[in-house]
Every structure is written in C-alpha cells, then in structure tokens.
C-alpha cells in the first residue's frame, strides 16, 4: 500500500475518497462500507501518485525552460504567463526559449483531439480522472487510456526534436 506523506494532500484524499463512498456506495449495508472505503482510498491514492509522476514529468520539462529565479512559479499555469514571466536576459536564451514552447504547444495541438483534451484537463487544468470524464463525456478508462497515449506521444516527439531533460 502507498503513504502520502504530505499531510494537507493525504487529508484531500481520505476526504474525498469519503464523499465517493457516500455518494455511491451509501445506499448499502454498513457492513460493506470498511472494505469498499479501503478499495476506495487504494485507488485514490494510486490516482494521486499517477498524477503526480506525470505533472511532474511536465514540470520539470518546463522548469527545464526557465532560467528565473521565481521558486514558487508553477510552470503548467500556462505556456504564455511561462514566457512572460522567464525570459532570458539575452536575446539569444530568448529566442531559443521561445523556439522550444513553439514545438511544445505544436506537438500539444497536433495530438488526436480526445488525447490533447484529456492531457489538457488533466495536467494543466489538474483535474482528476472523474472530473475529466465527466467533462469529456467517456469512462474513467478512457480519460486515462487518452492521457497515457498523449504522454507517450508528446515525450516521443519532443524527443525526436532534441528536447531533453
């Protein structure tokens, strides 16, 4: 079993895996309730350590772009508050800086519509899996299937064109 050792993320947890046992499971027995909020709470927290791994995966590409100084700027608000708030002294930095969002926000439009708006919602609007299947319309598989599929495209293009880490 996972810990989350962030005590503020692990109360959002447990209380969230709460709500969805109430709101889903609240009509059965009592009885039924200690086993179901268990499996409830597994998959949350699984849920949160997926998210994580991938957010950071992007935060650390685009952190890799910034040469500012700003510790507690969150780099997946947006590409252009990004830009505008990290431009390099020099042209140059800023020139190239620019360059490598273009080929980002390139490669982002160019993903299938369902990957890019599941990869949206997911990592740069930090919604979880069932408020991006609800938005989308489509499975908590789904959502998870398009987010897989547009990371592995996005990392394998942005690869192809010389980024790294």
Not at 47 to 56: A, I, M, N, P
Not at 58 to 66: D, G, K, R
């Amino acid at each position: 079993m996972f810990a989350v050792h962030n005590e503020e993320s692990a109360l959002d947890i447990v209380q969230d895996a709460m709500m969805k046992l109430a709101e889903k499971y609240g009509d059965r027995p009592a009885a039924e309730w200690p086993m179901l909020f268990q499996r409830i709470l597994q998959n949350a927290i699984r849920d949160f350590y997926r998210r994580s791994k991938v957010r950071s995966l992007w935060t650390v590409l685009l952190s890799a772009l910034n040469t500012g100084d700003d510790d507690d700027h969150d780099p997946l608000e947006t590409i252009d508050s990004e830009v505008a708030s990290s431009r390099p002294q020099n042209p140059e930095g800023q020139f190239q800086q620019a360059q490598v969002l273009g080929i980002i926000e390139r490669e982002i439009e160019m993903l299938p519509a369902r990957q890019r708006e599941a990869f949206l919602l997911r990592y740069w609007e930090d919604m979880d899996v069932a408020e991006t299947a609800l938005v989308m319309g489509c499975s908590e598989g789904s959502v998870k299937t398009h987010c897989s599929r547009a990371n592995h495209t996005l990392a394998t293009a942005l690869k192809s064109k010389g980024i790294t880490l």
